[in-house]
């Protein structure tokens, strides 16, 4: 391989790269953009959850349940049912999403010391929303009994017996459960494998369809050369991108960095390496841009969206999907960027999913050489 060569060709991309200004938009700008869009759009945190209450027991222990429920951001009052027949009404229209029953009597077995039960029915029809819900009233429920027994054990002046065994957790890397701390690492993985694909997509069919890739073909530049002279200037401005998308998660979200930026910066050098020799390895082997933009889209979106854990944890998928991901290096980019942002993870913490990423750089880059290579021939 000749650096003289190497040179040429890669002046002469980048000449082509800065003049192509929507090639340079979607490669360096696109990608913080829709980590802006889909960072606001794409969240787990559930807040303000429709709630209505049907009181039948009227008293200040009940009212003060749902006032404990309503404390928080958890859940928004939609409104008081007067009786058990308008319940699905409420439900079917969409009023409201949990319906707290709470039934007569409810204050007097408090006072006496009796565990009482309230129902609670849920809009199952999401059952992301239903469970997180679930979970929040549980939870408030738990809260304002413990409360209430602290207070009766108070006044009685004997001392509050407890469960045998409590448990006191302890989050780490991620304390208050923001879903951002979690979404935001992925869409940086996502954004960038598309955007990175689909601009080098079109580099060598450009070549095509202009009729300019005869005199490529027949000039002294091998396989290896092109492929490198063209990629090494999407590479620079796809770095560029990448400190671009971590800056964005920083300021806007709240996403700082924990671990090595030197280390972030490598596993960065050889995910771009690997989105770009896919771009080139699809530019090699369409001859239309139509063709190789869908093509890029297809391979790309979503394979990352389903079957690299941006979204979906793969351990709740079928053993063969588990396998197929296998096969997507967003996967292995994606476990290594939240675990250097999120965990401060080393060298050491991330060396296989960091091996696995390079294997797959390096092959698709010579898959892109020999598919060019074969052109030639």
Do not use: H
């Given at each position: 391989m000749s650096p003289i060569r190497l040179y040429a060709v890669t002046r002469k991309e980048f000449r082509q790269l800065v003049r192509d200004w929507r090639t340079l938009f979607i490669l360096a700008v696109l990608p913080a953009i829709l980590l802006l869009i889909f960072g606001y759009a794409l969240s787990y945190d559930i807040k303000n959850v429709p709630l209505a209450i049907l009181d039948h027991d009227r008293s200040p222990t009940s009212r003060a349940l749902v006032q404990s429920m309503l404390g928080a951001e958890s859940f928004a009052l939609a409104g008081y049912i007067g009786k058990d027949a308008d319940i699905a009404s409420w439900l079917d229209e969409g009023r409201a999403d949990v319906v707290l029953v709470i039934p007569k009597g409810f204050g007097a077995d408090v006072a006496r010391g009796v565990t009482p039960q309230v129902q609670a029915l849920l809009d199952g029809s999401n059952a992301m929303k239903a469970t997180t819900a679930l979970s929040y009233l549980q939870a408030h429920?738990?809260?304002?009994?413990?409360?209430?027994?602290?207070?009766?054990?108070?006044?009685?002046?004997?001392?509050?017996?407890?469960?045998?065994?409590?448990?006191?957790?302890?989050?780490?890397?991620?304390?208050?459960?923001?879903?951002?701390?979690?979404?935001?690492?992925?869409?940086?993985?996502?954004?960038l494998m598309v955007s990175a694909t689909t601009s080098t997509a079109l580099a060598v069919?450009?070549?095509?369809?202009?009729?300019?890739?005869?005199?490529?073909?027949?000039?002294?530049?091998?396989?290896?050369?092109?492929?490198?002279?063209?990629?090494?200037?999407?590479?620079?401005?796809?770095?560029?991108?990448?400190?671009?998308?971590?800056?964005?998660?920083?300021?806007?979200?709240?996403?700082?960095?924990?671990?090595?930026?030197?280390?972030l910066a490598l596993v960065s050098l050889l995910f771009c390496l690997d989105a770009l020799g896919q771009g080139m390895l699809i530019s090699s082997a369409t001859d239309s841009q139509q063709v190789a933009f869908f093509a890029s889209v297809l391979t790309t979106m979503l394979p990352t969206f389903l079957l690299s854990g941006f979204v979906f944890p793969l351990e709740g998928t079928p053993v063969a999907i588990q396998l197929i991901s296998h096969l997507v290096p967003s996967r292995y980019f994606i476990a290594l960027v939240r675990g250097v942002i999120l965990r401060d993870a080393s060298l050491l913490d991330l060396w296989r999913p960091l091996i696995l990423l390079t294997v797959f750089a390096t092959s698709i880059l010579g898959l892109a050489s020999v598919r060019v290579a074969r052109t030639r021939i």
């Open positions: 429920i738990t809260e304002f009994g413990t409360n209430i027994m602290l207070d009766i054990a108070q006044r009685m002046g004997v001392p509050l017996s407890g469960t045998p065994v409590s448990t006191e957790p302890r989050i780490w890397y991620n304390p208050e459960l923001r879903s951002s701390m979690f979404l935001v690492p992925g869409l940086m993985v996502f954004v069919v450009k070549e095509k369809e202009r009729n300019t890739i005869e005199q490529i073909l027949v000039s002294p530049v091998n396989a290896t050369e092109l492929i490198l002279g063209k990629t090494l200037p999407y590479l620079i401005v796809a770095m560029c991108a990448a400190g671009l998308l971590v800056s964005t998660g920083w300021i806007l979200f709240g996403v700082a960095v924990r671990g090595s930026l030197v280390l």
